[in-house]
């Protein structure tokens, strides 16, 4: 069973920065796709990011691609969200997430939830003002 650890959480004003590692476990070296979604309180899960384990096709959602950047390092076994110029509506709990079934761009995009089988617990970002 892949098993997902967040990571890189935190407190920032905005205007700032942060990185979140998304460390994946007996995740089998299948092709997968990995994303990122985020909830705030009371709001519906957004799809943020999405990124294949071979790092060929990454995406990322309109309402983010001028501020955040996906990536991943397979030889860390590691996918990063790297988020800039943070505002305090970024506000909400990260999650990452993989797909249970083997890579196809389908899978990916659109950034949503609905393919994704194995889910991290989620990492808290907040961001004051």
């Known amino acids: 069973q892949v098993q997902l650890q967040e990571s890189g959480g935190g407190s920032v004003q905005a205007g700032g920065s942060l990185k979140l590692s998304c460390l994946m476990r007996?995740?089998?070296?299948?092709?997968?796709?990995v994303g990122w979604f985020r909830q705030a309180p009371g709001k519906e899960r957004e799809g943020l990011a999405s990124v294949d384990t071979a790092g060929v096709d990454k995406f990322i959602a309109d309402s983010v691609k001028d501020r955040f950047t996906i990536s991943q390092d397979s030889a860390k076994e590691t996918v990063y969200l790297e988020m800039n110029n943070l505002n305090p509506e970024d506000t909400a709990i990260y999650y990452c997430?993989?797909?249970?079934?083997?890579?196809?761009?389908?899978?990916?995009?659109?950034?949503?939830?609905?393919?994704?089988?194995?889910w991290g617990q989620g990492t808290q970002v907040t961001v004051s003002s």
């Open positions: 997430a993989a797909t249970e079934s083997s890579y196809h761009r389908g899978l990916c995009v659109p950034i949503r939830a609905g393919p994704f089988g194995y």
């Open positions: 007996k995740w089998g070296y299948a092709r997968r796709c």
